[in-house]
Structures are given as C-alpha cells and as structure tokens.
C-alpha cells in the first residue's frame, strides 16, 4: 500500500472512484436509450474544450466541460429536427470536435500533441489539486441527477411516447440526461481519458444486466463493477507503468466476459425449471407451445 504515500496517487484514485460511480450511473440510462455511443460522440467534442484550455491558459477541465455540454445539446437538437440528414450532422460535428482539439493545443504556446493525449487516454501522474476539485464538484452534480431524477429518467428511458402522456417534460429530462453525459465525459478524461470513457459508461452496465433482473439492482451493481475496474486498474497501471484508462477498460471487459459466463448457466437452469413448472401446470394441448416459448427464452 506504499501507493498511498503518494500525494499524485492519491488524487488519481480519489478520482478514480469518483469516475467508477458517475460512468455507470449515467451510463445504464443511455444503455436503456439504445445510446450506447453517445459518450464516445461526446468525448469527441470535448477534445475541442482541451484544446481551447491550453489555448486560452484556462483549466481544460473547465473549458472542457462547457464544451461538451454544448455539444451534447447540439446532438440532442439533431435528434429532434435532423431526420434523414442527422447523422451526416453528427459525423461533422464529431469530427469536427477532434479536428478542432489538435488545432488549437497546437497553437497554443504551452500545448503540444503530448499533452493531448495524456486526455485521450487518462494520465495517473498529471491529475492535479484543481482537476480534483473540478472532477468532484461535477461527479455531485451527475450523482444528485442519476438518483435524484432516477425515475423520471428511467420512464423516459423506457418509453419517451408514454412518458409524455403522464405528462413528464420530455425533452427537458432528454436534454438533462445529454447535459449529465457530458459531464460525466469531463469528469472521466483524466483517469479513462476522452476516447475510452464510452466504454466505461456501458460495459459495467452490460455487465450487471447479465446478472440483475430489476432496474435498482442493476443500477448497483453496475456502480459497484464502476469502482472496482477504476481502482484495480488505477493501481495495476502505477505498479505496471501501463495506460491507466487502456487497463481499466480491459478489466471492466473482463468483468463482462466473467459474468456472462457465470450468468449463462444459471439463466438456462431457470428456464429449463419454469419451462417444466409450466408443462406440468398447463393442458396436454399447451404443452408444445409453452416448450417452445421457453427454449426461446433459453436463447435455444
């Protein structure tokens, strides 16, 4: 545990942790949109935001951060009005972002394509006091949404058409979720760095729906997969001096790869167990139906 005699160290899992909780706890609303992407998109913009930090001499968290959220904004207006022509807009927009990050940190007189990519794919050793109080100050706002709105989010997840007839603001609620994403991008660039930290917003998400059948549960556990990569891959990447958002990333497709594969058994026995539950229940008639409708369950 010498690791913690590091003031540097200490900030990095400090951050880590706070990354482990707010990744997941957007994530699993984007998951339930089918906008599993959307972080990566994200991630693309904010490249801008970095490179505009340097350029101005301003905190790239910061300016990071605002970046984004316009950007996410952006995207959810192209959803709505875009049609046919919308993902002609995004890929302009995405590529744009990028384009715009590596002009202007080169530009800038303190900025050089080393520094960019050190938010590209997270850097243990350059987490500073003010990106701390930076990532802390965003991760409480993403934790009061996702909990605090979980289930107005979650019904517009679920169905946006239903949603509105309970009369919830749709879009408010849509564009608070892109807003919240966004966020969560910044908060996670210096640890996962910008064009990883999708992955870590859906896979611990992917990961618990092997295991978990209600939304609460998954939403647990989901978070607690967020911590546990975040810091076995924060301490793996100080001890092996490897990429630390590389590692955390390879770790939490571990942890999906192992629940899947201790989820697969079980979910088969409890098929094979409610499809004989229901053909020793049902009518000689309804036997093959109900066999038929269970071995589909089953993924047969």
């Not at 850097?123 to 979980?150: H, K, N, P, Q, Y």
């Not at 919240?180 to 760095?193: E, F, N, P, Q």
């Not at 594969?261 to 309804?286: F, I, K, M, S, Y």
């Amino acid at each position: 545990m010498e690791f913690l005699d590091y003031a540097f160290m200490q900030r990095a899992l400090l951050a880590a942790v706070l990354v482990g909780i707010t990744a997941p706890a957007i994530g699993i609303y984007l998951v339930q949109r089918r906008q599993a992407l959307m972080g990566d998109g994200i991630g693309h913009v904010a490249m801008t935001g970095v490179g505009l930090g340097f350029l101005l001499n301003t905190s790239p968290v910061w300016m990071a951060t605002g970046v984004a959220v316009i950007g996410a904004v952006m995207m959810e207006l192209i959803r709505w009005y875009g049609k046919t022509r919308g993902d002609i807009a995004l890929a302009m927009l995405f590529y744009g972002g990028m384009a715009g990050g590596v002009m202007f940190i080169n530009l800038a007189p303190t900025g050089s394509n080393a520094n960019l990519t050190s938010y590209l794919f997270g850097s243990l050793s350059t987490v500073s006091e003010s990106d701390v109080t930076a990532i802390c100050v965003l991760a409480a706002f993403v934790v009061l949404v996702t909990i605090g709105l979980r289930r107005q989010l979650f019904a517009v997840s679920q169905d946006e058409e239903f949603a509105r007839v309970t009369g919830l603001p749709v879009r408010v609620l849509n564009l608070l979720t892109a807003i919240t994403a966004a966020i969560t991008v910044t908060v996670a660039m210096r640890v996962v760095g910008l064009l990883l930290v999708s992955a870590l917003m859906v896979v611990p998400v992917a990961a618990a729906q092997q295991l978990t059948r209600s939304f609460a549960a998954t939403f647990a556990v989901a978070v607690a997969i967020g911590v546990s990569v975040t810091i076995g891959g924060t301490v793996t990447s100080y001890y092996q001096d490897v990429p630390p958002g590389a590692t955390i990333v390879l770790l939490t497709i571990g942890a999906f790869v192992a629940l899947t594969a201790l989820a697969t058994p079980v979910a088969r026995r409890r098929a094979r167990a409610a499809a004989a539950a229901q053909t020793a229940g049902d009518p000689a008639e309804c036997v093959i139906p109900a066999s038929r409708e269970a071995a589909g369950k089953a993924g047969v």
